[in-house]
């Protein structure tokens, strides 16, 4: 058996914030059980929903030096539909309304809990032979390993995987102030290492020392050795490129079913989805208090409110996108300037537009259920989970061609009749507002077309049949 660990700062069903989330919580599911033990190790946050909590048992503590402190390390473990966790205990650390708060908090919150990770594994009955890190939190793993605890010859031999689902995250602060939070020698906090633009760089540890770095997507994989998608890195990107690869994340099947989800009005699938589909609109506009109108044109939004996600694009043409024979329906939050727009549109077309400013799972799905297209204008994507969800329900995307959506939705070419979504090459309000409206015009003067869009979107396969083979393929070299 190959035990694999993954380690993170959230996951489903726990806690979520974004993709992430979604990638912690599933890939481990469908990886090959006969082949590989894989659990995964998370912060036990406050903010975590009690009936989770419930579900832990306590294992065992220790007290842990970091720097000149001693800090108190809890271990609790759970188990939910078949794969073991564990959770990092320690309530100062894991306090707090979010598990993300300023950067200045973060930075010492998760310098503890990647070395918490490593010193607790000895306890843990269960020695990985590979650590797979996700993102800037848990960058500091490879770089802890390779530092005191290589001395022990219990952690001999541990390999790391680095996977950057965001390279703009990087979790940087004050090389001094890092130096003294860690307990990291100096000589780490040089170019070459941990030190970027004389900061110290969390991401920027773990894909100097990770034995193997991956990323999201394809694309997003060369955009990084770019300088335009690179975030300052895209040298030591370019350094990494021989033990670089992109693997397109999958999508949990199981739990964004259109056939089986409970959280929509009606259940529809790939053969059914003409006529009942559309009764997850009407009900939704009720819901929402919009126009009742089963044939108006629905375009749907669930997302970060950020400059990532296109937003000033949209910003920009609000007013044409608003148009009377369209319904626009958002479901996110982020910076205020995007959800004072959103709140000002509710308020301006009462009838057509929903500005939903809260996170609200549930919501998600009815929103992927019932709009008619997806709008998700990334400036970049690394791999982009709502067009799949949006795939999956029936949702026709429309995205910019960049990264993981470039990756996975193929245009609709109207000669060859092909394609499953609409996309646009570059971020430019007026491309994006054309291709919003040859979609619409699709979807009311060529409605056979447009449900054959639907059909091959439905059809495709963005689980993580693929995907886990790759992951499995990786692992496999690794320990070759
Ligand atoms: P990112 O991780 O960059 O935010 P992804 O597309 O990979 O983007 O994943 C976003 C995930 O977060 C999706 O599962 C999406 O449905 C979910 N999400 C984003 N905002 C909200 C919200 N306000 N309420 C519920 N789910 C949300
Ligand atoms: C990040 C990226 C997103 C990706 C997700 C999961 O949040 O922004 O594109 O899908 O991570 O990998």
Sequence with gaps: MKKILFAASECTPFIKTGGLADVVGSLPKYLNRDEFDVRVIIPKYMCIPEKYKQLMVYKTHFYMDLAWRQQYVGILEATVDGVHFYFIDNEYYFAGMAPYGNIYEDIEKFAFYSKAVLSAIPLLDFRPDIIHCNDWQTGLIPVFLHDRFQENEFFRGIKTIMTIHNLKFQGCWD??????????????FSPDKLEAYGDANYLKGGIAYADYVTTVSESYAKE???????????????????????????????EWNPETDPYIIK??????????K???????????AMNVDEKVFMIGVVSRLTDQKGFDLIDYVIEEICAEDTQLVVLGTGEAKYENLFRHFEWKYKD???????????RSHRIYASADAFLMPSLFEPCGLSQLMALRYGTVPIVRETGGLRDTVTPYDEYMSGGIGFSFANYNAHEMLNTIRYAKHIYYDKRREWNKIIDRGMAVDYSWNVSARKYEDLYRRLLG
Excluded at 278 to 288: C, G, M, R
């Design 224 to 254: 990084i050795q770019m300088p335009y998608y690179g975030e300052g890195l895209d040298g030591l990107m370019r350094a990494r490129s021989n033990s670089l690869c992109g693997i397109l994340n999958g999508l949990d099947y199981e």
């Design 267 to 276: 259940n529809y699938n790939a053969i059914n989805f003409r006529k009942e």
């Design 175 to 188: 090389k001094k102030r890092v130096m003294d939070i860690t307990g990291l020698p100096e000589y780490y």
């Design 278 to 288: 559309v009764k997850n609109k009407t009900a939704l506009q009720k819901e929402l």
């Design 352 to 362: 057509r537009v929903s500005a939903n400013i809260y996170y609200n799972n549930e």
